[in-house]
Structures are given as structure tokens and as C-alpha cells.
């Protein structure tokens, strides 16, 4: 049994530093959920802050920017849930995370999140602004829900949600 509780900021950051299997903390957030067992520890945390992406942070997008589980069965299908839950109470629109393309989304798919597009990986390091990457560089499928449009291959929108 698994239940939903909040957590503080620097608890949820201490969570992920240990388990994140490729992150770290996020540098901020607006809100945060932590899922706990039926002893009461610690199996999962979800951080949600604006989007990472300037273009989409508009006031109206929110961003799981971190969601990090000890692999407990349906926490992380819970916290995706709870994150879009909280940021609809809240007026926001659209919600969107970024998963690896080797993971399956099963978790965002039962949570009500659908797969929006691809994103290439790519490196943040250029001769102009020299950066080392702390971040995967592998390929990223974007999910979301709300209203999103998209360019499709020839440049037309293309309505999710």
C-alpha cells in the first residue's frame, strides 16, 4: 500500500541526490509530492517548476522537472497523476515532462499523460558558452497534458489533448 503525502524541499532533494539514477536535485521548483509506504518511508518524489524551455514557459505551463522512484510498484503512475491533478487546481493548462526514448511511459500513460514528440539529444556545450554535460545526451521523448499544438511535417499544427 501506497499513499500520497507532501514533502519539504529539502527532503525531496535529499531523495533524489541518493536515488536519481541520472540527475540531481533541481535547481527550483513550485511545488513537490512525495508517495510513502505503508511504514511511512520515502518510495518516490515528483519536483514540478516552470518549463526548462523559455518558449514554453508562458504561466500557464507547468514542468515535472524530476520524478524519481525507489521502483515501488505505481509510484511513479501516482506522483505523474498528483503533479497534473495539483498544477489543474491551480489554473495551469498544460503539463510536460521529458522521459528518456528508452523508457516505456507506461507510468505517464496511466497517470493520463500522452506522448507529445521527439526530442534529439544533444549536447549543451558550444565554443561560444563551454559547458560539461551533467544530463543524458541521448535522445528524449517529450508527454504532456492539456491543449498542446505542434508543427507537423509540413508546418501545420497538430492539436494534443
Known amino acids: 500500500m501506497i499513499e500520497l503525502r507532501p514533502i519539504t524541499r529539502d527532503e525531496a532533494h535529499a531523495y533524489i541526490r541518493e536515488h536519481h539514477r541520472h540527475h540531481g536535485a533541481p535547481v527550483g521548483e513550485l511545488w513537490r509530492h512525495a508517495v510513502h509506504n505503508d511504514a511511512g518511508v520515502i518510495v518516490g518524489v515528483a519536483c514540478v517548476g516552470r ?31 498528483a503533479c497534473k491533478r495539483a498544477a489543474e487546481a491551480k489554473g495551469y493548462r498544460r503539463g510536460i515532462t521529458y522521459i528518456l526514448a528508452s523508457e516505456s511511459g507506461a507510468s505517464l500513460r496511466a497517470a493520463g499523460w500522452a506522448k507529445l514528440w521527439d526530442v534529439r539529444g544533444r549536447s549543451w556545450n558550444c565554443p ?34
Open 128 to 161: 561560444g558558452r563551454p559547458r560539461t554535460d551533467k544530463h543524458p545526451t541521448c535522445d528524449k521523448e517529450a508527454w504532456g497534458w492539456g491543449k498542446w499544438k505542434q508543427a507537423n511535417s509540413h508546418g501545420a499544427g497538430v492539436s494534443h489533448g
Open 51 to 81: 518549463p526548462v524551455a523559455h518558449a514554453l514557459d508562458d504561466g500557464l505551463t507547468c514542468e515535472v522537472t524530476r520524478l524519481c522512484t525507489d521502483g515501488t510498484p505505481n509510484a511513479c503512475s501516482m506522483l505523474y497523476a
